[in-house]
């Protein structure tokens, strides 16, 4: 049986996209999925309605700057390698390769790599209508 896809409909080696800064010292960005990103500097990205998607990898001490929530989005993070310590709320937690951690909208919430190699994880956000 053979299985078809076009290349609307998947994004092949999402950490080899160009990489991109979103204010996260010592982190990087591969954006994969969201509404709008598709352009000429993201050619292979797909476009959609709520969804996003990002590969992320952080560098030993490489954080997500300032606590800060979201009012618009829940968000979700994938770890693949490394090891990451993130706040949500009053809670602090430390997530391994496997583990997901879960963001609640308007909930504050920090992160970073307290590891001692390259923290690689995958960023998941669904829009919300408010």
């Known amino acids: 049986m053979e299985v ?34 598709m352009n000429p500097e993201r050619p292979d990205a797909i476009n959609s309605e709520r969804l996003v998607i990002h590969t992320n990898e952080y560098q030993v001490g490489g954080n997500a700057g300032h606590p ?41 919430h920090g992160h970073r790599n307290v590891g001692d190699v390259p923290l690689k994880f995958v960023f998941i956000s669904a829009m919300l209508e408010i």
Do not use: C, W
């Open 4 to 37: 078809f896809m076009n290349n609307e409909n998947i994004v092949r080696n999402g950490f080899g996209l160009p990489e991109e800064y979103h204010g996260h010292p010592g982190g990087i960005s591969r954006v994969v999925i969201g509404p709008e990103v």
């Open 68 to 108: 800060h929530a979201h009012s618009n989005q829940e968000q979700a993070f994938y770890i693949l390698e490394g090891k990451m310590e993130v706040t949500v709320g009053d809670d602090t937690y430390i997530a391994v390769s496997g583990d997901t951690v879960f963001l609640p909208h308007n909930v504050m």
